[in-house]
């Protein structure tokens, strides 16, 4: 079986909120992906409610892609403490950091019910498990305790 990077990183020794840089994948054509960890509560310490993560990473697709040139995907991890985030192209950690950062402060600052989108039967596959009240809640703690860009060193943004 491949070696996934994702669980060859030592959780012990991270030091959460932060962005991390997991790969850049090159195609033959000159083509770059970078996967992004967004990681937003430490790991084995803390998750995030799947209501609220649910909800997080709803207003991320889009709040993102409005800070990012060439976001292709933000989804969550099973382990509920954070983000994969895939681009087409390169951002610095800071770069995706402020991104990010300028993201939760909207979710926790101004973002209402009638904003979240993709919260119906039509549009989304569990439409009932939704807390916009908890992404608030966890937004603001998340960017109270500062955005690293880097995984082991605490140096916020």
């Given at each position: 079986?491949?070696?996934?990077?994702s669980?060859?990183?030592?959780?012990?020794?991270?030091?959460?909120?932060?962005?991390?840089?997991?790969?850049?994948?090159?195609?033959?054509?000159?083509?770059?992906?970078?996967?992004?960890?967004?990681?937003?509560?430490?790991?084995?310490?803390?998750?995030?409610?799947?209501?609220?993560l649910?909800?997080?990473?709803?207003?991320?697709?889009?709040?993102?892609?409005?800070?990012?040139?060439?976001?292709?995907?933000?989804?969550?991890?099973?382990?509920?403490?954070?983000?994969?985030?895939?681009?087409?192209g390169?951002?610095?950690?800071?770069?995706?950091?402020?991104?990010?950062?300028?993201?939760?402060?909207?979710?926790?600052?101004?973002?209402?019910?009638?904003?979240?989108?993709?919260?119906?039967?039509?549009?989304?596959?569990?439409?009932?498990?939704?807390?916009?009240?908890?992404?608030?809640?966890?937004?603001?703690?998340?960017?109270?305790?500062?955005?690293?860009?880097?995984?082991?060193?605490?140096?916020?943004?």
């Amino acid at each position: 079986m491949a070696k996934v990077e994702s669980f060859t990183l030592d959780h012990t020794k991270v030091k959460a909120p932060y962005v991390r840089l997991i790969t850049e994948e090159h195609g033959e054509k000159g083509d770059i992906i970078s996967n992004y960890d967004l990681r937003l509560v430490q790991p084995n310490t803390n998750a995030i409610p799947t209501a609220g993560l649910h909800t997080i990473e709803h207003l991320l697709a889009g709040l993102l892609r409005d800070r990012l040139d060439g976001v292709i995907d933000c989804s969550p991890f099973g382990c509920r403490t954070g983000f994969h985030l895939i681009t087409w192209g390169q951002h610095s950690t800071t770069e995706v950091a402020k991104a990010l950062k300028s993201s939760l402060e909207e979710i926790a600052d101004k973002i209402e019910w009638k904003d979240v989108q993709g919260t119906d039967k039509y549009s989304c596959g569990n439409y009932r498990d939704h807390s916009l009240f908890s992404a608030k809640q966890w937004s603001c703690d998340i960017v109270d305790a500062g955005i690293s860009d880097d995984p082991f060193e605490r140096h916020t943004i």
